[in-house]
């Protein structure tokens, strides 16, 4: 309270001082105190489940397919990349303190690789939350220009 | 201090939820955690793919608005295969309340989380007052 206004007037609605309007205001108080003093204009809170999939957004260039998933709050180091057969596996921790202590929320996510990449030359890329990964094509698959002799 | 925004019928329960303005600017609501200890309240704003440059953090009358930009757009010669690659405006707008220091709120970035931390006001202490 910045200045001196009647004690009941604190919460905006002043003139019914002892009455039970000012009861409820308290009450107010008494269940809203706890919250914390943050609310969000727009509308719901968010809840968290401890895991989340992560959808890869492809792309495709001369060179290569490059695939792009967005793992916020993921530390470049824990992320792992396994290329199988035709298939990325893709898994990484994201590490949160808390009042609780540290707690984790895994983004998993296996998908395949298109035909004709040389798989064992993937490689990936890392930018504010975003990991890029890129599957150079087979030397078979990518456009040639054939000369008309 | 609008308590009542919490009463607000929510749109759908989950996020990002995503809404237009006139100019055709398209701001998505970011995931985002609250926590607290005994100091500050943090919250932890998801914004993948927005450089620290392209967010802006204002304090105008108890309203937090935060923007980020997503900017990126497939290089030249990149053809799409899935998914919509138009750029985005991420927003997250907080009401905040009065035992916040609004003074010496702060916001960090990294891998693509912003983390606010919001200061504690100190406890306002009831106080004896003397008569003389």
Redesign the interface.
């Known amino acids: 309270m910045r200045y001196l206004s009647p004690f009941n007037s604190r919460y905006g609605i002043t003139p019914f001082s002892g009455s039970s309007f000012s009861n409820f205001e308290k009450e107010l108080e008494k269940v809203f105190g706890s919250l914390p003093s943050l609310f969000d204009v727009g509308g719901d809170w968010i809840s968290d489940s401890g895991s989340r999939s992560v959808r890869p957004n492809w792309f495709e260039h001369d060179d290569a397919y490059v695939a792009r998933v967005e793992v916020p709050g993921v530390d470049p180091k824990e992320v792992s990349i396994e290329v199988g057969d035709n298939m990325v596996r893709l898994s990484a921790e994201r590490k949160t303190k808390s009042k609780e202590g540290q707690s984790s929320i895994s983004y998993s996510q296996s998908f395949s690789i298109p035909d004709g990449v040389d798989a064992d030359k993937a490689g990936a890329e890392f930018e504010d939350g975003v990991l890029s990964i890129t599957f150079p094509k087979a030397e078979v698959v990518k456009p040639r220009k054939i000369e008309v002799k | 201090?609008?308590?009542l925004?919490?009463f607000?019928?929510?749109?759908?329960?989950c996020?990002p939820?995503q809404s237009e303005d006139s100019n055709g600017t398209v701001y998505v609501?970011p995931?985002?955690?609250?926590?607290?200890?005994e100091n500050a309240?943090?919250?932890?704003v998801?914004?993948?793919?927005?450089?620290k440059q392209d967010v802006g953090v204002t304090l105008h009358d108890g309203?937090l608005e935060l923007v980020g930009e997503r900017n990126?757009t497939?290089?030249k010669?990149?053809?799409?295969?899935?998914?919509d690659?138009e750029p985005y405006t991420y927003r997250?707008?907080?009401?905040?309340?009065?035992?916040?220091e609004e003074g010496s709120i702060s916001a960090e970035?990294s891998?693509?989380?912003l983390r606010l931390t919001?200061p504690k006001e100190e406890e306002k202490k009831p106080r004896k007052i003397e008569i003389r």
Not at chain 2, 41 to 44: E, I, P, Q
């Open positions: 201090m609008s308590l925004s919490v607000k019928p929510s749109s759908i329960a996020s939820s609501r995931r985002y955690e609250i926590s607290e200890d309240y943090y919250v932890d998801d914004l993948p793919g927005v450089g309203l990126w497939p290089p010669g990149w053809k799409p295969i899935n998914g690659h997250l707008r907080l009401m905040v309340g009065d035992r916040v970035t891998n693509g989380v919001l």
